[in-house]
C-alpha cells in the first residue's frame, strides 16, 4: 500500500514538473525587422529625465523598427526584455547611406526595455546604415554605435544586415 501511494506521488510530481516546463515556453532570442511607412520618429526633451526622449508617431516620414527580444516567454516574463534600433528616412528614397551626423538627423537611436516596462534610450550618432529597396522588401545593413546618455553608461556597438518588411 504505501508503494502504491509513493509511486502515486512521484507520477504526480513528475507531472506537475512536466507541465511547468511545457507551459514555460521560452524562446532565447526573437528576430522584428519592420519597415514602418507613413511614420515618423519623435524627439522631445524631458524635464523630469533630464534627456531626449524618442517615440514613434505617424507622419510623413518612414521608418525602420529593429527589435532583438531576450528570453521572450509566453507565460514568465520576469526575465524578458528588448533591444530596438530605429531611424527614419524621407518617402521616395529607394536607396540611403547614413554616416555619423546624418544618423543623428534620422533620429537614429536604441533602446532597452525590460519586463517592468522602463526603457533606456540612447542616441546613435556614430557609424553607418545603409539601404536598398528591393521589390518588396527593404535591405538594411547596420554598423553604428550608441551615444551614452550619461557618464553611468557605456557605448554599446551594434552590428546585423536584415531584410524589413
Request: glycine share 4%.
Amino acid at each position: 500500500m504505501r508503494l502504491a501511494y509513493s509511486t502515486a506521488g512521484l507520477c504526480l510530481l513528475l507531472t506537475f514538473f512536466a507541465c511547468q516546463k511545457d507551459n514555460t515556453i521560452c524562446n532565447p532570442l526573437k528576430e522584428e525587422a519592420n519597415f514602418l511607412p507613413n511614420s515618423q520618429v519623435s524627439v522631445q526633451y524631458s524635464q523630469q529625465k533630464q534627456r531626449d526622449v524618442y517615440s514613434i508617431e505617424n507622419e510623413d516620414y518612414n521608418v525602420f523598427q529593429y527589435k532583438l527580444h531576450h528570453n521572450s516567454c509566453e507565460t514568465n516574463n520576469r526575465n524578458t526584455w528588448t533591444e530596438m534600433v530605429a531611424f527614419e528616412i524621407p518617402p521616395g528614397k529607394e536607396t540611403f547611406h547614413l554616416e555619423n551626423k546624418e544618423l543623428t538627423k534620422a533620429h537614429c537611436f536604441y533602446q532597452t526595455l525590460n519586463a517592468e516596462g522602463n526603457p533606456l534610450q540612447q542616441p546613435i550618432n556614430k557609424g553607418s546604415i545603409r539601404g536598398k529597396k528591393e521589390e518588396h522588401f527593404w535591405s538594411i545593413q547596420v554598423d553604428v554605435e550608441t551615444k551614452p546618455s550619461s557618464t553611468l553608461q557605456t557605448a554599446i556597438h551594434l552590428k546585423f544586415s536584415k531584410v524589413f518588411y
